[in-house]
């Protein structure tokens, strides 16, 4: 379903359904949090991969999005085209709703790099706690 049009702007605005947020507990104390179900975007130093299985061996659910070319399930992960935005993470969030994975933890990787940042202000990972249910 595409979005409404409103010619007059005081209709215009949206709804959030996360809010941005620090990581309410130190990796280290994973196994002593209550088990949380996780969608983390992969990097591509292998931080995110480390910290997938360090979540997985505490006994969270992780579901792992790459970047890639399109959008695709590959076995219970995903690969995702950062530049196909939001048709992308329509798709992806339908698809882990349908499954009973929709995240209560998002960790997202995409900017960590081994380099340096492209842009000075650059933020580098974002643990957002979805206080809501995911429509």
């Not at 292998?46 to 070319?69: C, I, M, N």
């Not at 219970?76 to 085209?81: K, P």
């Not at 995409?110 to 995911?134: G, H, K, M, Q, Y």
Request: glycine share 6%; proline share 7%; hydrophobic share 45%.
């Amino acid at each position: 379903m595409l979005p409404a049009r409103h010619a007059d702007m005081a209709d215009w605005g949206y709804r959030p359904h996360w809010r941005p947020m620090a990581a309410t507990f130190e990796i280290d104390d994973l196994a002593t949090t209550p088990p949380q179900t996780w969608l983390l975007f992969e990097d591509d130093t292998g931080l995110g991969r480390a910290t997938a299985k360090r979540l997985l061996d505490a006994g969270h659910r992780v579901t792992t999005v790459r970047a890639g070319d399109t959008f695709a399930r590959v076995g219970d992960n995903y690969v995702l085209s950062p530049e196909r935005a939001r048709e992308g993470y329509d798709l992806l969030l339908r698809d882990l709703v349908a499954r009973g994975l929709a995240p209560n933890r998002i960790l997202h990787l995409w900017l960590v790099t081994a380099a340096e940042p492209t842009a000075p202000a650059a933020v580098f990972c974002t643990a957002i706690s979805n206080r809501d249910s995911i429509p």
